[in-house]
């Protein structure tokens, strides 16, 4: 089903622009002469006026992505779906100063910085799309749910920032079953098209985007190649430092620093946790008796605790966020069982929205003194 | 085996007298205080939530006299609460502590697992554990009854001091007592005591409901005694959630197949349609239920960092807005002074009470 926008009418000439989409979106882009249409009806509109159609302006509607929480992790899948289904996917630029400070502003004081930063995205795209993917994930792994900010992400945006596009805020909570997300889909789907296959042929297509993505991760690429066709030099030399903390921390090069590009300056290699498989995960954490029911907290343990015990790797680096409440727990746990196999060097760093450059420099430097002086020995 | 549990409020009362009649030999560990506090928060994790710490004294508190397994519930909520237990196993080790922990997870993760645990504990079979458990659910009822009558007379009454004094006393008597039974006839005693006092029933003060995060707005030393300051400016207070409503929505409930927290949960949802963990739902739901209930104000308490509580944080406001009632946000940490804390609830209490007059 097509819906008409807008039209022009030129009279001389007795024709007609028409600017169809198919999906609403708010913000058309107004020229002076159009008249937008309230209630679409094609019919009428060529019987009223008489005059024939010249010309028909699909217009596709623009969903705006916000560059936080995990934007890294799924951005691949969700481009190509909406893509496929005929949908302008705009993410908001990699964070800066100025997102930063939207979010602080807009965001309640005692979040975490990545909600923060989150806040900060959406204040800035929010002018300039339609509609704003804003998704729910409940949980993304059967029987774990990530952290209960995710859970209700769309609620604090929506009640803290004023004049939002329409959130597309689909809930995806694969708790119970893997199917969840097939339902999800289908009703993202639906906004766009009644027909199922097409749907179905979005999904898949999306889902074979994603598994190249995320191999290509697994094999040490970083998301940038993909996602914004840059990519960075890396060092191909020791030392090998492993970096522990969730993708908006290691992947947002405004908030760690710059971390991974100072690092590769220095020659020196690193390891992340997406370059690890799950199934390594899941066995790190068998090490505890009760079972690990957070995705985000997961990952961060499995990962660091296999760093730490890999010979291979010279020094375990933790990233985490002021305020998150995941991480209080995860790296004591990890410190308490983790530390007592190994001897590495263990550093964790701090960031909040007050970090800066220079502080952050200093204790870099101390954790890599730390490994030169242990490879000296 | 010498049983310990941490505090919570009154919780301890009903616990007590469980395992009195169970005939289980039990530590309560001595009230929470500073040096609590101290203590638990030397040894946990920096930015971990107040809760954790205060009950990791407690357990160092009771050790020390001689506690060797602790008890607590679990839960696989999406929350911190539900690793409290493995990581302060962990934290005890490594303080050279040797004890058993028993982790007592909600019958959904399993009704076997859960009579399992219970009857670890008791030893008893099940008909006798069951009554037992009952009478405890009774005693918790009646808890909630006192504190009823407390919120009632508080405000009502000139002299605050005798029933501060009167409840204070009941909470360390209770501590000599054996059973269910003799802690029920103390419980009535004191109700009795309560209401002989001379009460203005004329008396209008505003009404201020209590909700956020479970155990700071049950625990008073975690929140710095909030019910007993506001009550004695002058406000009638009502908690969102207690003791025996937790005992209810999770284990009588779901032993029954009835679906727990059926209010929040419907009033809540236009505000968040979905679990995200904690007990968000309860918080929203018990402000828009006082809103509705004609409430004049609400307090929302929660620790540093709590996860769902900063979410209903974000969402509060529009309650405020939609329904005009007026939100005092109270974050409590080992930091949080008492001087400013008193401050800010006077300056809240005055805010609400002009407006109340103003609107009336
Ligand atoms: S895991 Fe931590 S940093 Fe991430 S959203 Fe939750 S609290 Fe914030
Ligand atoms: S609800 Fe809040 S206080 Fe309780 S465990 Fe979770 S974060 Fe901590």
């Known amino acids: 089903m097509l819906i008409l926008l807008c039209y022009s009418i030129d009279a001389q000439q007795k024709t007609v622009v028409l600017v169809v989409s198919k999906i609403d979106p708010i913000g058309i882009p107004r020229q002076k002469d159009w008249r ?45 779906f909406l893509t496929e289904l005929g949908a302008e996917v705009v993410p908001s630029p990699p964070t800066n100063k100025e997102i930063l400070d939207l979010g602080s502003r807009y965001c309640i004081d005692d979040a975490c910085l990545p909600v923060k930063v989150y806040h ?20 993304i792994v059967p029987k774990e749910y990530i952290c209960p900010k995710f859970g209700g992400l769309p609620e604090m945006v929506k009640y803290s920032i004023e004049g939002l596009p329409k959130l597309i805020d689909v809930e995806i909570n ?104 799950k199934k390594i995960i899941e066995e790190k954490c068998k090490i505890f008796e009760k079972r690990m029911f957070w995705s985000s907290g997961k990952d961060l343990i499995g990962s660091a605790l296999y760093m730490m015990e890999n010979s291979k790797i010279d020094g375990v680096l933790m990233l985490t966020s002021f305020a998150c409440g995941i991480d209080s727990l995860s790296i004591d746990l990890i410190q308490r069982l983790g530390r007592k196999k190994s001897s590495k060097p263990f550093m964790v760093i701090t960031l909040d929205e007050h970090t800066g450059d220079a502080n952050f420099n200093t204790r870099l430097e101390a954790f890599l003194d730390l490994i030169d002086r242990r490879k000296a020995n | 085996m010498r049983l310990t549990y941490p505090h919570m409020g009154e919780a301890y009362i009903a616990v007590k007298a469980m395992f009195d009649d169970l005939g289980i030999e039990s530590i309560i560990p001595p009230f929470s205080t500073d040096s609590t506090l101290r203590l638990g928060a030397k040894e946990s994790p920096e930015g971990i939530c107040l809760p954790f710490k205060i009950m990791l004294g407690n357990y160092v508190k009771s050790i020390e006299e001689g506690a060797d397994t602790i008890v607590i519930t679990g839960s696989c909520g999406p929350c911190r609460f539900g690793y409290y237990g493995p990581l302060q196993k962990l934290i005890l080790q490594d303080m050279g502590y040797d004890v058993d922990m028993i982790i007592i997870d909600p019958p959904k993760e399993g009704i076997a697992k859960f009579i399992n645990n219970i009857r670890r504990l008791s030893g008893k079979t099940g008909f006798k554990t069951y009554k037992v458990f009952m009478d405890a659910y009774k005693i918790c009822e009646k808890i909630d009854e006192l504190n009823q009558v407390q919120y009632f007379v508080r405000p009502r009454t000139k002299d605050k001091a005798k029933v501060n004094s009167i409840i204070h006393n009941f909470k360390s008597q209770v501590l000599k007592l054996k059973g269910s039974r003799e802690i029920s006839n103390m419980i009535d005693k004191t109700k009795e005591e309560l209401l002989s006092l001379n009460i203005d029933m004329d008396a209008n003060p505003i009404k201020i409901g ?151």
């Open chain 1, 36 to 80: 937008l249409v309230t209630n679409p009806c094609l019919k009428n509109l060529f019987t009223v006026n008489n005059t024939s159609c010249k010309e028909v302006i699909f217009l596709s509607v623009r969903i705006g992505v916000p560059r936080g929480m995990y934007f890294y992790k799924f951005y691949p899948f969700t481009k190509r």
């Open chain 1, 120 to 139: 900060g995205h959406v204040e800035h795209l929010k002018d300039k799309v339609d509609y704003m993917l804003i998704p729910r994930l409940t949980s």
């Open chain 1, 174 to 277: 694969m708790y119970k079953s893997r199917k969840n997300l097939i339902n999800a889909l289908y009703r993202v789907g639906n906004m766009f098209t009644k027909n199922p296959y097409r749907i179905k042929r979005a999904a898949d297509k999306a889902t074979r985007e994603q598994m190249i993505y995320d191999n290509g991760l697994l094999k040490g690429e970083l998301p940038s190649k993909y996602i914004d066709e840059t990519d960075m030099p890396r060092s191909k030399t020791s030392p090998l430092i492993g970096i522990a903390t969730h993708p908006y921390l290691l992947y947002d090069n405004f908030i760690n620093m710059n971390l991974l590009k100072k690092l590769s300056n220095k020659g020196i290699k690193f390891f992340l946790p997406e370059m690890l498989e």
């Open chain 2, 210 to 360: 209590i909700i956020g995060e479970i155990y700071t707005i049950i625990d008073p030393f975690s929140n710095l005694n909030a019910e007993e300051r506001l009550g004695n400016m002058g406000a009638e207070i009502h908690r969102s959630m207690t003791i025996r409503d937790w005992a209810e929505n999770n284990l009588i409930k779901p032993l029954r197949r009835e679906k727990p927290y059926e209010m929040e949960k419907r009033l809540s949802k236009p505000y968040l349609p979905a679990l995200i963990g904690g007990h968000t739902q309860q918080c929203l739901g018990h402000a828009v239920n006082y809103a509705l209930s004609g409430y004049d104000g609400l307090v929302q308490i929660y620790p540093m960092g709590c996860m769902p509580e900063i979410v209903s944080r974000s969402i509060l406001p529009q309650i405020e807005k939609d329904y005009g009632i007026p939100i005092l946000y109270l974050i409590v940490d080992e930091q949080t002074g008492e001087a400013g804390y008193q401050t800010r609830l006077e300056a809240f209490y005055d805010y609400v009470e002009n407006r109340k007059r103003r609107l009336s």
